[in-house]
């Protein structure tokens, strides 16, 4: 949504962004904070596994709520702060 000033990004630009980050091994074993999340680069991380924890800090409800939803479907441990 704009009120938050967010864009949109691909799917790709996405799956690019975690995989520069597991390259550069900036993921294994790490704690990783993402503020902001309108992109769903949480999402990206925790599925590579390589994190330790993922917690996603963010103000728009709705991106908490799909991030939630996609966790539990995906058994994935990504804390969420509003």
């Given at each position: 949504?704009?009120?938050f000033d967010q864009r949109p990004v691909t799917?790709?630009?996405t799956l690019r962004r975690a995989a520069y980050m597991a390259w550069r091994g900036d993921l294994q074993?790490?704690?990783i904070a993402v503020l902001g999340d309108d992109d769903l680069t949480s999402i990206a991380i925790a599925l590579t596994g390589l994190a330790k924890s993922v917690t996603v800090f963010d103000i728009d409800e709705r991106l908490i709520d799909y991030i939630t939803k996609v966790s539990a479907e995906n058994n994935l441990k990504i804390q969420k702060v509003t």
């Open positions: 949504t704009f009120i799917l790709d630009t074993n790490q704690d």
